[in-house]
Nanobody, 122 residues
Framework: QVQLVESGGGLVQAGGSLRLSCAAS????????MGWYRQAPGKQRELVAI???????DYADSVNGRFTISRDNAKNTVLLQMNNLTPEDTAVYYC????????????????WGQGTQVTVSS
């Protein structure tokens, strides 16, 4: 069974840093784009950052310059380093990956992690 498991959330004061980690496991043939999304209470889920299999990255304007996304293709992991956090960054953060399991006839399927809470206090 292919799945994504996140870790690294928690409570931090404004101006602090956190690092989120997401590991893909299971019988994976290949992984395309990986990324992080977040959903704050009462709001829609939004893109935070993505990284392609070739290493190209894209960020939401609200986090550009403060967050850094990276991936380790050998370990099937994606990291999100979050610096200079503000209360507006408080949300549940979800890992996302386009993955093709071994034996799948579908090119890529979108997978989501279970989410990890990030809370930034003022």
């Amino acid at each position: 069974q292919v799945q994504l498991v996140e870790s690294g959330g928690g409570l931090v004061q404004a101006g602090g840093s956190l690092r989120l980690s997401c590991a893909a496991s299971g019988r994976i043939f290949s992984i395309n784009t990986m990324g992080w999304y977040r959903q704050a209470p009462g709001k829609q889920r939004e893109l935070v950052a993505i990284v392609t299999s070739g290493g190209s990255t894209d960020y939401a304007d609200s986090v550009n310059g403060r967050f850094t996304i990276s991936r380790d293709n050998a370990k099937n992991t994606v990291l999100l380093q979050m610096n200079n956090l503000t209360p507006e960054d408080t949300a549940v953060y979800y890992c996302n990956a386009e993955m093709r399991p071994w034996g799948s006839t579908v090119s890529y399927t979108n997978y989501w992690g279970q989410g990890t809470q990030v809370t930034v206090s003022s």
